[in-house]
C-alpha cells in the first residue's frame, strides 16, 4: 500500500503546522553557503504545499522567519528576505492553480518594504482560493502576538468594547493572528531538534508533535504523509480518560 493510501481521509488533522529546519546544516554537509540550503528549502515547501493539497489538509502554517532570526548576519538575512519575494511572485501562480490561499502572520510591517508588499499583493489575489490556507509565520514570535494581542485587548477593554469579565480563552484567541484558524493537530518539526522555539504557543497546547531528523531541505510530501499515518497512530485524549473517549 503507498503510503498516501494508508492515511485515512476522514481523520485528517486540519491543520498541520511546520518548524523547516536544518537549511544550514544540510548547505555544510555539502560544502555550500547556508543560503544553498535555504534555496533548496523552498524545493521542500512547494512539496509539502502540493502534498497538503493533494490530501485535502485544509491549512498549512510554515514558520519562515522569526524573530530572532532578524539576529542573523546581515547578508543571510537580505539573502532569506529577496528569495522570499521572488519564491511569492514566482509561486503565484501555481498557488492559483493549486487553489491556496496565502497568509502571513507575524510583526510584517518589520519586513522590508518590497517583501511587505509581494506578499499584500499575493494574498490579495489568493484571498478566494479555498482548498488549503498556507500561512507563513514572518518575523513572527508567539510571545510577540501573545503581548500583541494583550495590548490590543487592553485598549478595547479601555474602550469599552469589551469587559474585562467577559474575556474567556476563545475571547482572547480572537485577538491572535491566527484568529478564525482552527489550532494544529500537529506540529512537525525536522532537524532533530525537539524544541517549539517561540512558534504557536497558545496554538499548539493540545498539538501532536511530531520531530523527524530529516534536514528541511530534504523533506518531501512523502514525509508529510509519514508524519499523519503517525498522528492517526496516536490516541488524542484532551485530558480525558481512553474510557470516556470509547
Ligand atoms: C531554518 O534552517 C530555516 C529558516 C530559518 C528559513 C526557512 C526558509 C525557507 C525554507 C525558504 C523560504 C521560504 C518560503 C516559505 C518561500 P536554519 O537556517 O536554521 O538551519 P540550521 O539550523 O541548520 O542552521
Request: charged content about 25%; aromatic content about 16%.
Given at each position: 500500500m503507498s503510503l498516501i493510501e494508508q492515511i485515512d481521509k476522514d481523520r485528517l488533522p486540519q491543520h498541520v503546522a511546520i518548524i523547516m529546519d536544518g537549511n544550514g546544516r544540510w548547505a555544510k554537509e555539502k560544502g555550500k553557503l547556508r543560503v544553498f540550503g535555504h534555496q533548496n528549502g523552498v524545493v521542500s515547501v512547494r512539496d509539502t504545499v502540493e502534498g497538503a493539497v493533494e490530501l485535502g489538509v485544509k491549512y498549512l502554517t510554515l514558520?519562515?522567519?522569526?524573530?530572532?532570526?532578524?539576529?542573523?548576519p546581515k547578508l543571510e538575512v537580505m539573502a532569506l528576505m529577496e528569495l522570499l519575494v521572488a519564491t511569492i511572485n514566482k509561486e503565484t501562480k501555481t498557488l492559483m492553480q493549486n487553489g491556496v490561499r496565502l497568509n502571513a502572520i507575524g510583526?510584517?510591517?518589520?519586513?522590508p518594504d518590497k517583501c511587505y508588499r509581494q506578499l499584500q499583493e499575493t494574498i490579495k489575489k489568493t484571498s478566494?482560493?479555498?482548498a488549503c490556507t498556507l500561512t507563513l509565520a514572518l518575523s513572527y514570535s508567539s510571545r510577540w502576538e501573545i503581548t500583541d494581542a494583550a495590548r490590543k485587548l487592553a485598549e478595547d477593554v479601555k474602550d469599552g468594547k469589551?469587559?474585562?469579565?467577559?474575556?474567556s480563552e476563545e475571547a482572547f484567541a480572537?485577538?491572535?493572528?491566527?484568529?478564525g484558524m482552527p489550532d494544529p493537530e500537529l506540529m512537525i518539526r525536522t532537524s532533530g531538534e525537539h524544541r517549539i522555539?517561540?512558534?504557536l504557543l497558545w496554538q499548539l497546547a493540545y498539538s501532536e508533535l511530531y520531530f523527524t531528523p530529516k534536514l528541511w531541505p530534504d523533506f518531501r510530501r512523502e514525509d508529510l504523509f509519514e508524519a499523519i499515518i503517525d498522528f492517526q497512530k496516536r490516541e488524542r485524549r484532551f485530558g480525558m480518560t481512553s474510557e470516556q473517549l470509547n
Open positions: 514558520y519562515a522567519f522569526s524573530t530572532e532570526n532578524w539576529n542573523r510583526n510584517l510591517k518589520s519586513l478566494d482560493n479555498k469589551i469587559k474585562a469579565d467577559d474575556i480572537s485577538y491572535l493572528s491566527t484568529s522555539s517561540n512558534y
